[in-house]
Nanobody, 128 residues
Framework: QVQLVESGGGLVQAGGSLRLSCAAS????????MGWFRQAPGKGRQFVAA????????YYADSVKGRFTISRDNAKNTVYLQMNSLKPEDTAVYYC?????????????????????WGQGTQVTVSS
């Protein structure tokens, strides 16, 4: 069992920044990947960013490249999502996820089915 707890969401004006954190605990097997997904009202879950735990390879959705940065702290078992230049269309509930069934092909990091543990979500609202 792996428990994921997100924090850092909130309300921010367009152009502003937020830093999301996801702390993992209770894992019985190593996670090969951790990722961030988001879901806006009336829309499906969308891939945002992912990181390979060992090695630090990163993957981003085209819509956030150059604005968002995913990173990890091995000692703290924590993954971060630094969000800069936020836009109203970034408004969504953001979910942290961990995948334990790897190793994975690079193309798998953006698939929700890759991840078997999910956090409770944190709301990010970007006002115009």
């Amino acid at each position: 069992q792996v428990q994921l707890v997100e924090s850092g969401g909130g309300l921010v004006q367009a152009g502003g920044s937020l830093r999301l954190s996801c702390a993992a605990s209770g894992r019985t097997v190593s996670s090969y990947a951790m990722g961030w997904f988001r879901q806006a009202p009336g829309k499906g879950r969308q891939f945002v960013a992912a990181i390979k735990w060992s090695g630090g390879n990163t993957y981003y959705a085209d819509s956030v490249k150059g604005r968002f940065t995913i990173s990890r702290d091995n000692a703290k078992n924590t993954v971060y999502l630094q969000m800069n230049s936020l836009k109203p269309e970034d408004t969504a509930v953001y979910y942290c996820a961990a995948g334990s069934g790897g190793p994975y092909l690079s193309s798998w990091y953006g698939r929700s089915s890759t991840y078997d543990y999910w956090g409770q979500g944190t709301q990010v609202t970007v006002s115009s």
